[in-house]
């Protein structure tokens, strides 16, 4: 065995697809997880401890039973749009108990930690493709809980040795090319998804929310990233940490943007379906353009997404979507 994880949140979307590669690379893996936004049936192995991660006691029972080697932490909420109206419940999920599990952490000696951030902390940005050393200024509830966490990071370290890597995902789409794990949201606010609900009729159309943003043709542009090469640069940057490396922060994306029409054109062209598209006015807090600049962790770790045509991104997520359906 090459040691022993902790993953938060292991029952969700992207944690579930990290505790798959754990497995295969021979880490014993335990999961905690609330299941709130989880879902038992995406677990595809390791141990399932329900509960949450603001839990000092069940922290404390975890730690006392298990020598972990590092923890991985998926457990946060991330709609922008709710962080907006709900900042509280945003500021207790994603940053107090985040700081309880920290607690736990140096409380037993547990001091490798690897950390989902998001381009959400970059807010509107100023330069094209975003580097890490762009200023972070987030522009919604979401992303300052987010840099929040962040900041706590780096002020565990210089206190307590605590040496962490923090993941800054732009759009996580896609899912396992087995088709047993995948996106699994209720409700579902992300495009891919919804493009693909659209497709095979589960409802009328999509959505797409601005046509006027100053991009090719006038809608937004996100950087795509399959999900299993997000769990990749988990697994790259736990081997790093295990083998002594300092804290860093890196960007995790395609280095491709692609407008909500250019996903929609290429999910006809994968599904062969028609996709009924309504226009409609911009969501609040939608940037124009969010595409990341990975040169960072390619350098640093090797890292290289495997899933790099949106088209094969999209495949996944179909396969996933019709097995769902049946
Ligand atoms: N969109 C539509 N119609 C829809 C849904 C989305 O037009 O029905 C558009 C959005 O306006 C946006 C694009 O599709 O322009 C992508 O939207 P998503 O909701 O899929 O993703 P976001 O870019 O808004 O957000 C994602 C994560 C956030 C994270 C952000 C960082 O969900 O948690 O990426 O890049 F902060």
Same mark, same amino acid.
């Given at each position: ?19 798959? #590669? ?24 390791? %141990?399932?401890?329900?509960? +949450? ?25 991330? #709609? ?43 807010? %509107? ?71 693909? #609900? ?63 029409? %250019? ?5 006809? +062209? ?38 790099? +045509? ?13 097995? #769902?359906?049946?």
């Amino acid at each position: 065995k090459n040691g022993t994880i902790l993953v938060v949140g292991g029952a969700g979307y992207i944690g579930s697809h990290m505790v798959r #590669q754990l497995l295969a690379a021979r880490y014993d893996v335990v999961i905690l997880d609330n299941l709130s936004t989880g879902n038992r049936k995406l677990v595809p192995g390791g %141990e399932l401890v329900p509960g +949450s991660l603001g839990d000092a006691e069940v922290l404390d029972r975890l730690f006392a039973g298990h020598d972990f080697d590092a923890v991985m932490h998926f457990a946060a909420f991330s #709609q922008v749009g709710q962080s907006v109206n709900q900042p509280l419940v945003y500021y207790r999920n994603n940053l107090a108990e985040t700081l309880t599990l920290l607690e736990a952490m140096v409380r037993h000696d547990v001091r490798r930690f690897i950390f989902s951030s998001t381009a959400a902390v970059y807010g %509107e940005p100023t330069a094209i493709p975003i580097t890490e050393d762009h200023p972070c200024l987030p522009t919604n509830p979401y992303g300052n809980t987010k840099l929040a966490v962040e900041r706590l990071l780096a002020d565990c370290d210089a206190a307590y040795g605590l040496k962490h890597t923090v993941l800054r995902y732009f759009n996580a789409a896609g899912a396992d090319d087995a088709g047993d794990i995948g996106e699994l949201h209720d409700p579902e606010t992300h495009l891919i998804p919804i493009v693909l #609900q659209a497709a095979s009729g589960l409802i009328d159309h999509i959505r797409v929310f601005g046509t006027d943003y100053a991009t090719t043709d006038g809608t937004c542009v996100r950087d795509y990233v399959h999900v299993n090469d997000l769990a990749r640069a988990h697994l790259l940057a736990l081997d790093a940490l295990m083998q002594g490396a300092d804290s860093a922060t890196y960007n995790l994306g395609s280095s491709n943007g692609y407008s909500v029409n %250019e996903v929609i054109a290429a999910a006809r +062209s994968v599904t062969g379906k028609e996709i009924p598209v309504v226009t409609g006015p911009r969501r609040p807090g939608d940037p124009a353009i969010l595409v990341a600049s990975s040169e960072k962790i390619k350098h640093a770790l090797g890292w290289k997404p495997a899933y790099a +045509s949106l088209r094969t991104i999209i495949r996944t997520a179909w396969n996933w979507h019709l097995k #769902q359906a049946h």
